[in-house]
Structure formats: C-alpha cells, structure tokens
C-alpha cells in the first residue's frame, strides 16, 4: 500500500510501496496548517502543479537538501535548471513519463500561470494536475488548482484516489468539486485548498454529504495520513 499524507493547503507527501517518497507542492513554513518542521520532510520526487508561491515556495531548500529530481512542465523545470542546477525531469500536458515508481501525466488545469519564485521574470507555465499510475497498481490523481474541466470527463474509471481543491474563490468550490466527481468517478476524494486562509474557508463535512454515495469523502487534518 501506499501512504498518503497530508500537509495542509494543497500539499501532500506519497510514500509508495517500494519506499519512494513524492512530495507534491511543497508549501511548509509559511502554511498556516503545517506544525512540523521542513528538515524532517523526505523527498525523492518533487511534484509541482504550478508555480504560485503557496505551491512551490519551500521547493528550493527541499531539494538542496535530499537531492530530489523535480517533476514539473518545462517552464518550471527550466527555472529550477537554470538558477539553481537542480536535476529535473519536464513534462507537459497531456504528456507522460515512466518513473521506477510510476507512470505520471500532466492533466489539464484551469488557473494562473505566474512563476512567483526570485528571478522569474522570464519564466511562465500553464498550471497542471497530476495522474500517477504507480507500479503497484494504485491511482492516483491531485488536481491542482482549478476550476471545473470538462476534460476531467475523460479521467472517468482511470482514478482510484482524487485530490479535489474546494475553497472556492481561486479554485472550483465544493459545488463544482461534488460535479467534478461526477465526471471523474473515483472511488476515494480528499478535499484540499480550503481553510488556509478565511477567503478560502469552507465546510468539508458539508462537501461529503454533498457528495453522498459518489465516493468515499476522506477529510483529512494537516499531519493525516491515508493508506490506498
């Protein structure tokens, strides 16, 4: 089994079957829901959506640290290649690639593009969601930040565990989130981008019900973790 754990915000950590470690988002010091301390953060992988501040703001000292190869679009990748010399594997959408751990491809996502790391003036990406297929069998899909895609139709019967954001405001809230399950079917959701900040707070409980028989509605508090 694979242990899925929860950071706060849209961060999560995956420890697979095999021992790899995935981080996806890496937000930690300044996030409001983390106690823990960046230092004890493990990482093989560095998995990033997009580049806004709350997803990618803590990649750079993660990956100094554990020597992590960062999965992320070209864009994204060609910064952390070029300022920093970090080894990186780029993607884009619709793209995928083999890991030894998975196969993993950039789904579409609706947001904003902005690079908000130091120096990136010259560099902007489209955001992104991830389905990985790992070896094992599970799979997995984080969303990113989005809104509401049509295009999650075509992830129907090919999702075991999806990451839905619900805060609304500058992600889908829980209404489209519950149709985003429709679309996608999953067996399991773990709402994320909620409750950080009092512009993006909402009721969790309120979305499972919402949800109903859809899925299996897994709430989870920052420091969770969850076994697929």
């Known amino acids: ?7 706060g915000h849209a961060t999560f950590s995956i420890e697979t079957d095999d021992g790899t470690k995935l981080v996806i988002d890496p937000f930690f010091e300044d996030n409001p829901g983390f106690s823990g301390s960046l230092d004890d953060i493990e990482a093989d992988f560095v998995l990033l959506t997009h580049g806004h501040f709350d997803h ?5 000292p993660l990956v100094k640290r554990t020597g992590a ?3 992320a679009s070209f864009e994204i990748a060609s910064y952390f290649e070029a300022k920093h010399g970090f080894t990186c594997s780029p993607q884009h959408i619709g793209g995928g690639v083999h890991y030894p ?14 690079v908000d790391l130091p120096d990136a003036g010259d560099y902007t990406t489209v955001p992104a969601g991830f389905l990985i297929n790992f070896e094992s069998g599970q ?20 999702v075991d565990v ?13 209404d489209d989130a519950v149709r ?11 709402p994320c981008h909620y409750d950080t900040w009092p512009p993006i707070e909402q009721d969790a409980e309120a979305f499972k019900s919402a949800v ?11 420091g969770d973790s969850y076994d697929f």
């Open 1 to 7: 089994m694979a242990r899925l754990t929860f950071h």
């Open 56 to 60: 990618v703001v803590d990649t750079e």
């Open 69 to 71: 190869t960062i999965i």
């Open 101 to 114: 751990f998975g196969y993993v491809k950039m789904t579409p996502a609706l947001h904003g593009g902005k």
């Open 139 to 158: 799979r997995f899909y984080h969303a990113g930040d989005t809104a509401l895609l049509t295009d999650m139709q075509l992830l129907k019967g090919q």
């Open 162 to 174: 999806a990451v839905l954001p619900i805060g609304d405001r500058f992600t889908m809230g829980p």
């Open 180 to 190: 985003a399950v429709d679309f996608i079917e999953p067996k399991v959701v773990i």
């Open 212 to 222: 109903g028989d859809r899925a299996d509605v897994q709430v989870m508090k920052p």
